[in-house]
């Protein structure tokens, strides 16, 4: 089974500065999709960045970008030029792309609570 | 254009009752999941519909369960209620149509289920 596993619970950053959120994942398949997804108070969950594990290239959406690491099996995020807007739960997720597109669940980490000081 | 929306957004129920949460699909979507997270865990699946039928369901018992309806709408009923139901219930929606893999889901805000 799949597991993914978020070793920060919490992490601070000033407004402006870079952070980095880690990742890591266990898996014994090769082709799968992984996730940031930011959570704030309002709870829903909003989709960050996406990466395809067939891809080399790592994935980037505007300040946000991440380091995939297929052999080591770790996935983290980069925060540039940190806003206030920023702090949320940060959730990274595991997707399966195997199995005949039975496999549509997400995997989840437990979390990394984000605060960001002015 | 409006997003996932989930009904209702707060709920006290008592153990043993029965409880029916409800999502609407962003427009244009054709498939639910429904996803349980408890006070300071990640989201657990608990399935995903689509085309009216359960397509995959996650490690939940049989007192969970759901349906969809030809609008695309969805419900997720829970009997028999426990204190470990309590929880966030969100509800996500995609575009499935016949794609198995390229799925980017919207949630909702998710329902806030108390039981005492």
């Known amino acids: 089974a799949q597991t993914v596993t978020q070793s920060q619970p919490e992490m601070s950053v000033q407004e402006a500065e870079t952070v980095t959120l880690s990742c890591t994942y266990d898996t014994s398949e090769s082709d799968y999709y992984l996730f940031w997804y930011k959570q704030p108070p309002s709870r829903q969950m909003i989709l960050v960045i996406r990466?395809?594990?067939?891809k080399q290239q790592n994935a980037t959406e505007n300040r946000f970008s991440v380091n995939f690491q297929k052999a080591a099996k770790s996935f983290s995020l980069k925060i540039s030029d940190s806003q206030l807007g920023d702090a949320a739960m940060y959730f990274c997720a595991y997707r399966s792309a195997s199995g005949a597109g039975n496999n549509r669940k997400l995997i989840w980490g437990l979390g990394t609570s984000l605060a960001v000081n002015p | 254009d409006a997003g996932v929306t989930q009904s209702p957004t707060h709920l006290i129920k008592t153990r043993g009752q029965q409880v029916t949460l409800r999502c609407s699909p962003k427009?244009?979507?054709?498939?639910v999941s429904w996803y349980q997270q408890a006070l300071g865990q990640g989201p657990q699946f608990i399935f995903q519909y689509y085309e009216e039928e359960e397509r995959q369901r996650g490690n939940f018992p049989d007192r969970f369960s759901g349906h969809q309806f030809p609008n695309y709408s969805s419900e997720l009923n829970v009997n028999a209620l426990l204190l470990g139901d309590s929880a966030l219930y969100l509800c996500a929606s995609s575009f499935l149509n016949g794609r198995a893999f390229d799925e980017k889901l919207f949630f909702g805000s998710g329902t806030q289920l108390s039981v005492l």
């Open positions: 427009s244009g979507h054709d498939t």
């Open positions: 990466q395809e594990a067939y």
